[in-house]
């Protein structure tokens, strides 16, 4: 999703490597000595933040003290705008929320701008431009969401990324797990949700790309209930993999593909 931005942002003026790409969950990723090198060599490094990288926050703080451009994302949120988790931290997934990820350009067009101030007025347009394509995205979500009846959005995913959706868009949020997906779900986890479906009437449920499908496969078959689709969560589609006119490699992608599913699987 940080990669995507920065091509928005970018154009052609920037080469831009995402480390992490389709399918691959960010709680558990461990940098490889080739992403190591890469980052030795970026003159700019974007990150989400707020803990979402795990096993390599260390090391993008490390890159930072050593005076490069390297930033977080989510710094630029507002504290009050962000969801605390139980952990006492604040939920990451702040994607999901697409009027507030539009907030995340000014960081991307301030860091290429910082370091290639010849082209900064470029950066700024492009950055215009993607936040008036988002603002578009996010009223196209809430009318999506809105073809649901309110007593109907009720989303049951393996973990708990889509906080911030659900806050936008109207939908109670029940995962399996916690936020992160380090965390491992017990029977008793197991036993609540079934009997939370069938309590709610729970049209179906959701698998996601980047957790393995087999408990949430469970305990549909447990509670019998279909499930409805595979969502999008801490990674997006493969590029070039079209659906519906849309490209699933991309940030817009993602989001329409996922409420899409959602909500045609709860009718």
């Keep these: 999703?940080?990669?995507?931005?920065?091509?928005?942002?970018?154009?052609?003026?920037?080469?831009?490597?995402?480390?992490?790409?389709?399918?691959?969950?960010?709680?558990?990723?461990?940098?490889?000595?080739?992403?190591?090198?890469?980052?030795?060599?970026?003159?700019?490094?974007?990150?989400?933040?707020?803990?979402?990288?795990?096993?390599?926050?260390?090391?993008?703080?490390?890159?930072?003290?050593?005076?490069r451009h390297v930033y977080a994302l989510a710094d630029a949120l507002p504290e009050d705008r962000l969801i605390e988790a139980e952990s006492g931290h604040h939920d990451p997934h702040v994607w999901f929320d697409v009027e507030l990820w539009s907030r995340c350009v000014d960081p991307v067009v301030e860091a290429f701008s910082k370091a290639d101030a010849a082209r900064a007025a470029a950066y700024r347009e492009r950055g215009d431009a993607t936040k008036a394509r988002l603002a578009e995205l996010h009223a196209w979500a809430e009318a999506k969401a809105r073809e649901l009846p309110e007593t109907r959005r009720v989303l049951v995913t393996s973990h708990d990324a889509y906080g911030y959706f659900g806050r936008a868009y109207g939908f109670q949020v029940v995962g399996l797990q916690g936020i992160s997906t380090a965390s491992e779900a017990g029977l008793a986890d197991m036993a609540r949700l079934v009997d939370f479906i069938r309590q709610r009437g729970v049209k179906a449920i959701f698998v996601e790309s980047s957790v393995s499908p087999a408990t949430i496969q469970r305990i549909a078959a447990d509670a019998r209930v279909r499930i409805g689709g595979e969502l999008f969560s801490d990674a997006m589609g493969t590029p070039g993999q079209i659906e519906h006119g849309y490209d699933l490699g991309t940030y817009e992608g993602m989001i329409r593909h996922n409420l899409t599913t959602i909500v045609e699987a709860l009718k």
């Design 1 to 67: 999703m940080v990669a995507d931005l920065a091509k928005q942002v970018g154009g052609a003026d920037v080469v831009v490597e995402g480390l992490m790409g389709p399918g691959v969950d960010p709680h558990l990723y461990k940098a490889t000595a080739s992403d190591v090198l890469k980052l030795q060599r970026a003159e700019v490094i974007l990150y989400n933040g707020l803990l979402l990288e795990g096993r390599m926050s260390d090391l993008f703080v490390k890159m930072a003290r050593g005076q």
